[in-house]
């Protein structure tokens, strides 16, 4: 039996990805310290015997006996809301818990997957974002913590690939959506739906003419498991293509759930992307994937989670 470790197994992506290698019937062994993720995400697992939820930080020494096939790092704060509650945490968990998760699968001998993500494009100033890109980040700015902390991630997990042969990946996620995220997650599906279903004013930032594109959950985990068995090593984007503006996201929801709310603009955030929409040509070729789930049948799904949480 293979067993695959998953470092913020508790988090949003990290509990289905948890839900799909136990399906593949790996151990799953789920690191948190639950500082975003959430016990609810992973109470249909504990029952599992090839499930194990193990409390802890890995900006500490990871210590497991166990032999391991895999290491998932996805640990880390993912929203803006909690990036900038726990600005350090998140600049450690990007270093010292890569550093850690790294070196514990450097002893295993164990592939290592980088939960990395499309900040480190920034701002960007091509579009779409292709991983030749560089980006357009501003290091010292309020999300500079986790735009860094990732960007760092990937150049020491691509130092530890050139230094010590090991085999990892890194994948570039874009805004991923689905059930089990927070109700006050901070990011726009979720304040959407959350003030839609309480018929509460849905708030777009600056005149919402920002463009993001979002990928369902279950296409990413697909993705990510293509990944894993691969032979390719450097960045790779992971995300759906179609791209809209905020405005016109805030009114799809708003129909969706029937909701009498309004839309009122507030400020736009310092730093925050303009545009962001994934090439995905990459993931095309070297993985044979692209996303297969339409916004409206995934924001229905997701729709109906947040309605059992109201």
């Not at 902390?149 to 085999?167: N, Q, S």
Request: aromatic share 8%; glycine share 6%.
């Amino acid at each position: 039996m293979k067993t695959v470790v998953i470092t913020g197994g508790a988090g949003f992506i990290g509990s289905h990805l948890t839900e799909y290698f136990l399906k593949q019937k790996f151990r799953v062994l789920c690191l948190d310290n639950l500082i975003t993720g959430s016990l609810r995400n992973i109470e249909p697992f504990r029952s599992n015997p090839r499930f194990e939820f193990i409390n802890h930080n890995v900006c500490n020494h990871i210590d497991i006996s166990a032999r391991v096939e895999s290491v998932l790092h996805f640990a880390s704060p993912a929203s803006p809301i909690d990036y900038l509650k726990h600005p350090i945490p998140t600049l450690k968990v990007g270093s010292l818990g890569t550093h850690n998760a790294l070196g514990f699968a450097k002893a295993k001998k164990a592939v290592f997957l980088l939960a990395s993500t499309s900040e480190v494009y920034g701002d960007p100033l091509v579009h779409p974002q292709n991983e030749d890109y560089w980006g357009n980040v501003n290091p010292i700015g309020p999300r500079g913590v986790y735009d860094e902390a990732k960007r760092f991630a990937e150049a020491l997990t691509l130092a530890y690939h050139r230094a010590h042969k090991m085999d990892v990946k890194i994948v570039r996620i874009f805004n991923t959506y689905g059930p089990r995220m927070r109700l006050q997650d901070g990011r726009a599906i979720p304040n959407f739906i959350s003030q839609a279903l309480d018929h509460e004013p849905i708030t777009a930032y600056g005149d919402g003419s920002q463009t993001r594109s979002f990928c369902y959950v279950d296409d990413l985990v697909r993705g990510i498991a293509a990944l894993l068995s691969s032979k390719h090593h450097g960045p790779i984007n992971l995300g759906n293509p179609n791209e809209m503006t905020i405005l016109e996201l805030a009114r799809k929801i708003t129909k969706l759930t029937h909701s009498k709310s309004k839309i009122i603009f507030k400020p736009l955030p310092v730093d925050d992307p303009k545009v962001r929409q994934p090439d995905i040509t990459r993931a095309k070729k070297l993985l044979k994937w692209q996303p297969k789930v339409n916004l409206d049948t995934g924001l229905t799904k997701t729709i109906a989670y947040f309605k059992k949480l109201k």
